[in-house]
């Protein structure tokens, strides 16, 4: 590998090969904390080099990792020693902003919340929104076809990218920097790369879609009693508010009262003795008309017997308060440690028998356990935290067999936004035909034949 790193520091500069105590004190994602291992970290500026890197180890037969921000849940980003890290940290320019054409041309290292900032400085919005947005990158959120709390209004990341370019394996840049909406002049390649958790092509530029910005946003927090009451709201709030639902996130009563009372880390807005509680958000364009088809929406869920509590914001202030509890994932590690994350989707009227089956199933084997739900109802996504005493690795696939294996039944997914990475390989047959997932090797065989992007992710070794 030394004999690679000094054709690549020739390329990139040498203050942008990384090895040793450089890398070793670097993590290797969020959520453990743990040291990086790569043999070594590059540093491309732009696809050029990128492309020049990707040369020299395809040449070299190295296999290579791609790094973004790091926010991932499910092993994606971890680097064996005999690998290198290709960090995209430095690519981080925002190239265009289109106000009238309303589109975005940045490169794939640009945090999130960069784009989302500089949208609404051009009365625009990059609507795709989630907790992790200060540090998650562009390229991290297409590689994983992200989705959070506006996927009910604009759809997941796929929704949000008109073109992108990628360099492959061995180097080929395949650049599809479209800006048109319409564009049906042959196969659309982005969409190889979108959601393929860089196991394709690193995702290097890409050209994003913006919105209308939207000059009203009404927040309220609800209570429901029941399940059924959970989904007549969503259905009730849909009709009523038509296009203007933005937001439908939904907290169990063990994810509300845990993050409130129970740690002391947030003043409840609503009491605690309710089953869901519901984040419920209307954009529009006027202030006052949007309020007021707000205000009556909620009067008739109440009337119907949906909703038996509500507390509506009144400030940034307190639409921030509602969302610290939902958005306060440090808490949940804080106080389930050791937990895992899982990230599933089912079809809505499954899920509480889903999650009443979870739990009575953990309580039988882990008396001592806890299981903690929220969600993008909505959209079909609920993320589910569990704590049981141990995070070994015996404990650990156990814990996910009983998540998992109830999936298939109900023509659920094991991942509804977090990826596959090295965490769910094994169970990606629960979710996808044999035909499929032999497709999906057919496709990495013909763009990576020497497996050398993002190996045994996403699709573990053949026998």
Known sequence: MKALLKEIEALVGPGNVLTGADVAQRRVDWMTGAPCQAGAILRPADTRELSGVMRLCHDANQPVVTHGGLTGLVHGGEVSPDEVAISLERMTAIEAIDPVGGTMT??????????????????????????????????????????????????????????????????????????????????????????????????????????????????????????QALTGLLQHMGHTLGGSLGTFEVMWRNHYALLTVESGRHTPPLPTDSPFYVIVESLGVDDEANAASFGQALESAFEAGLIVDAVLAQSDSQRRGIWDIREDIEGLILSLAPLFTFDVSLPI??????????????????PQGRMVVFGHLGDGNLHVSISVGSDAPDTRRAVERLVYTPLAELGGSISAEHGVGLEKRDYLALSRTPEEIALMRTLKQALDPRNLLNRHKVLAPEA
């Open 106 to 227: 940045v490169q794939a290292g640009v945090p999130l919340q960069r784009v989302q900032e500089l949208a609404d400085d051009h009365d625009l919005q990059f609507p795709l929104d989630l907790g992790a947005r200060g540090s998650c990158t562009i390229g991290g959120n297409i590689a994983t076809n992200a989705g959070g709390v506006r996927v009910i209004r604009y759809g997941m990341m796929r929704q949000q990218v008109l073109g992108l370019e990628a360099v492959l394996a061995d180097g080929t840049v395949v650049s599809s920097m479209n800006h048109m909406l319409k564009n049906n002049a042959g196969y659309d390649l982005k969409q190889l790369f979108i959601g393929s958790e860089g196991t394709l092509g690193i995702v290097t530029r890409a050209v994003l879609r913006l919105q209308p910005k939207m000059g009203s946003e009404q927040t309220a927090l609800v209570a429901c009693p029941s399940f």
């Open 349 to 366: 009227p499954e899920m509480e028998a889903y999650t009443d089956r979870l739990e009575a199933d953990l309580r039988r084997d882990w």
